[in-house]
């Protein structure tokens, strides 16, 4: 079932997700060669307990940080460790953000040091979202945005993790409707989006191939099964008559 949310509902949402861009925009920054990954968490749960709020992985049963902190080949759900950041790494850093009984859930990737080594391959994950939102408007489908991420990542020469989809996002993490990042069948059979609908369109994709497998036995971490570097932008958003409305864009 499609949680829709009223008008007052999302400005919550966009509160709560200005504050979780500004945070993923400062722990971006702080991302150097030379920072371990758990002085990352660290700077994380300090940037939310500031701002009023609870960090949303930590709520996910059996998942205690505020961050998943993916380098290079892992794909999605890396759990902050010892490993020190070094220069070509590439690290996708996801957080959620529980603020006023609505979650809202944000990632973006960089590349560490002062290298433009597979610059390429992050723009046309920028892109892919960026058209994606782009389609998060009333009168089009889930589909419409399956599709345009599709065809956006494959015409670069790259692969869609197909396993891994967004989610709808509000009053749980993860809710109804599922965001496929490839076209299921045909756009016309997918959900149609409506207002007041709030999802997490997310962008999954590697260098390579894009099957993943699990990186060890931690139960979370998964990464590319080619080891290639994989890649994940993210934003909440909202559907509105007024077209799509970021949820987590900074407020600057």
């Known amino acids: 079932m499609i949680d829709i949310k009223t008008r007052e509902e999302i400005a919550i949402m966009r509160e709560g997700g200005k504050k979780l861009g500004s945070i993923l925009e400062t722990l971006l920054e702080y991302s150097a060669p030379g920072v371990v990954l758990t002085d990352i968490e660290k700077r994380a749960n300090e940037l939310i307990e500031k701002v009023g709020a609870v960090a949303s992985f930590a709520t996910v049963p059996g998942y205690r940080w505020a961050t998943c902190l993916c380098v290079n080949e892992v794909v999605v759900h890396g759990i902050p460790?010892?490993?020190?950041?070094?220069?070509?790494?590439?690290?996708?850093?996801?957080?959620?953000?529980?603020?006023?009984?609505?979650?809202?859930?944000?990632?973006?990737?960089?590349?560490?040091?002062?290298?433009?080594?597979?610059?390429?391959?992050?723009?046309?994950?920028?892109?892919?979202?960026?058209?994606?939102?782009?389609?998060?408007?009333?009168?089009?489908r889930i589909g419409d945005i399956s599709k345009v991420v599709q065809e956006t990542i494959e015409s670069a020469g790259y692969s869609v993790v197909k396993s891994l989809v967004g989610h709808g996002v509000g009053r749980q993490l993860h809710e109804e409707p599922q965001v496929p990042n490839y076209l299921r069948g045909s756009v016309a059979n997918t959900l149609p989006l409506q207002e007041g609908m709030t999802i997490a369109i997310e962008p999954i994709y590697a260098m390579g191939r894009g099957e993943i497998v699990y990186e060890n036995d931690d139960g979370w971490t998964l990464a590319t099964r080619d080891r290639s570097p994989a890649s994940v932008f993210e934003h909440s958003i909202a559907i509105t008559g007024d077209g799509p409305i970021i949820l987590t864009k900074p407020d600057n």
């Open 81 to 140: 460790t010892q490993y020190v950041l070094k220069d070509e790494d590439i690290l996708t850093i996801d957080i959620g953000l529980l603020y006023k009984g609505f979650h809202t859930d944000t990632a973006g990737t960089k590349i560490i040091g002062a290298s433009k080594k597979n610059e390429e391959f992050l723009t046309t994950g920028r892109e892919a979202l960026e058209k994606a939102i782009g389609q998060a408007r009333i009168g089009n």
